[in-house]
């Protein structure tokens, strides 16, 4: 298969505006308002995050940059609902989870957000169905029609022949894609993904992108922290944060992202035979 046709089965229609979604155009996936943070380390006050504000509408796609130092891992806590903030208010649809107890935010964490980290966080011990089982297992939902969800879940992501594998038999593509499938087991309000290719080599990452993009034309949300640029330019907008305030929210063109994408498979070393 030629580069461009590649680059065409990913990108085959327009992207949609942001704010318009095949789930709920009016609805916000999380809503963020002057939100702060502050730290006291070592007697010591380090403000975190100044006060930021932006929307995320359903269906959209964001990576959020910065340098350390910016904020950015403080507002991937927040929007995790990991930490509380210092002041200002957090929607995740029209609840403000800043004003939740510990265990409403536990509920919250276990339902309405989907998990992806650099290190994928798998359990060991488990198949690929039954790792994508565990937010449902904390529910106690595992009956019949759970365990298909999560088969049809890991035959999506492109796991089909090996639903029994278990993660040190898997390469690091996939064990990513299983975590991404239990991201999705409880239809989150969106994706959260710190880092999602930095453990991986730039062919892999190629695969993981085209599944996020995949993905986010369904109408799923995604929220990206990320430090490399050529990530953050397949994402819909790019947020960056500075010294614990938003120094920019841009708007990618679709025509960047197709470019961006062409350049990444025009890139990708030989495939080893």
């Known amino acids: 298969m030629s580069q461009a046709s590649v680059v065409n089965d990913v990108y085959q229609q327009p992207l949609a505006p942001i704010g318009e979604s095949t789930r709920n155009p009016t609805r916000f996936a999380c809503r963020v308002r002057d939100l702060q943070k502050t730290y006291v380390l070592k007697g010591e006050t380090v403000r975190a995050l100044r006060g930021v504000s932006f929307d995320v509408p359903e269906g959209d796609y964001v990576a959020i940059m910065g340098p350390s130092g910016s904020g950015k891992s403080t507002l991937l806590n927040l929007l995790g609902c990991l930490d509380t903030p210092s002041a200002g208010s957090l929607f995740l649809g029209d609840d403000d989870v800043a004003k939740m107890s510990d265990d409403q935010l536990a509920e919250i964490r276990s339902k309405r957000i989907g998990f992806v980290f650099q290190a994928y966080n798998l359990?060991?011990?488990?198949?690929?169905?039954?790792?994508?089982?565990?937010?449902?297992?904390?529910?106690?939902?595992?009956?019949?029609?759970?365990?298909?969800?999560?088969?049809?879940l890991a035959m999506m992501v492109g796991l089909k022949g090996r639903l029994g594998h278990r993660p040190a038999q898997l390469s690091g593509g996939q064990q990513q894609r299983v975590a991404i499938a239990r991201s999705l087991v409880n239809d989150p309000f969106f994706i959260l993904a710190d880092e999602p290719t930095g453990n991986l080599d730039s062919r892999t990452t190629e695969e993981i992108l085209q599944l996020f993009k995949r993905l986010n034309d369904e109408g799923r949300t995604i929220i990206l922290v990320t430090h490399e640029d050529e990530v953050s330019k397949r994402a819909k907008r790019v947020i960056r944060l500075k010294d614990g305030l938003l120094q920019s929210d841009v708007q990618n063109s679709y025509e960047s992202r197709i470019a961006a994408a062409e350049h990444a498979i025009a890139n990708l070393p030989p495939e080893i035979e």
Request: charged share 25%; net charge negative; glycine share 6%.
């Open 123 to 152: 359990i060991q011990q488990l198949t690929v169905v039954e790792n994508i089982q565990v937010p449902l297992f904390y529910q106690g939902k595992l009956g019949s029609s759970e365990l298909k969800r999560c088969e049809e």
